[in-house]
């Protein structure tokens, strides 16, 4: 495993690099390690390598694996969260959400975190090419909900999250990223309420999501290699973790 300690160093140099180039203080932006479909042994080589933030995109895999992990290990859960899951990700413990994608879902996330007593730190999931296949508020419906979603209580909204379409080379996702950025600057300037934090950029493309601005990069591969398709599960658990 000592290959993830040696990728992990060529990933933080590259985000050293870009922030230098965006004239920008590299403690600014967090590294979220995507550790989807790979195994706990994986995770463990990061944290022990330095690596604290784990993203997962399914809750069931990343309730197995939390019990798993060094306590300071901190998780976020970055993909698509469906309603019938957000009793179980709030049990997880959740640092940050990255992707509440509608108001009709931050209105259950609210509802049922006042049931529990929590304040789930959140971001809003942006649409920003308008792609057809993918989740996220579309800017304009953004602007129409903004102030319906400001007054779930229990919510706290840190900023925006994207993934912009796919694209072989970096430069394509530049505009995206630049379209977040002056979204969440217009949000922020006609709502008057700070949204500090920007989710974009991954593997192929953080880099560019850094000088533009992002706060998180949700960076899999570069770290652990290429994913197994499936989720991780544990030895002898015949439950499919399909979330
Ligand atoms: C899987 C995933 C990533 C990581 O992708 P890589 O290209 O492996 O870095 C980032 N964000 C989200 C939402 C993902 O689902």
């Keep these: 495993m000592n290959e993830i300690a040696d990728r992990l160093a060529v990933v933080h140099a590259q985000l050293t690099a870009a922030a230098a180039r965006a004239d920008r203080a590299v403690g ?3 590294l979220v390690a995507v550790s989807k479909t790979h195994p706990p042994e994986a995770l463990l080589a990061a944290l022990e390598a330095g690596q604290c933030v784990f993203g997962e995109n399914r809750v069931q895999e990343a309730r197995a694996k939390i019990p798993l992990l060094p306590g300071r290990a901190r998780w976020h859960l970055i993909g698509h969260l469906q309603k019938n899951k957000i009793r179980h990700a709030l049990a997880a413990g959740f640092e ?13 996330c609210d ?14 999931e942006v649409n920003v090419a308008g792609e057809a296949s993918k989740f996220g508020f579309s800017p304009e419906k953004l602007r129409a909900e903004m102030e319906a979603l400001l007054a779930l209580g ?4 840190e900023g925006l999250m994207t993934i912009p379409p796919f694209a072989p080379e970096a430069e394509n996702s530049r505009p995206f990223f630049v379209a977040l950025r002056e979204l969440r600057d217009r949000l922020q300037a006609e709502f008057h309420v700070p949204l500090p934090r920007l989710s974009m950029g991954m593997s192929g493309d953080f880099a560019v999501a850094v ?25 002898g658990d015949g439950a499919s973790f399909d979330d």
């Design 111 to 124: 509802r049922i975190a006042d049931e529990t007593g929590q304040f789930p730190q959140v971001l809003l």
């Design 211 to 235: 000088e533009e601005g992002a706060t998180l990069v949700r960076v899999g591969t570069a770290i652990f290699g290429t994913r197994r398709g499936k989720a991780w599960k544990p030895a």
């Design 96 to 108: 940050l959400i990255h992707g509440i994608d509608s108001l009709e879902l931050a209105r259950e």
């Design 154 to 157: 229990r919510l706290q909204i």
């Design 28 to 30: 600014e932006i967090e």
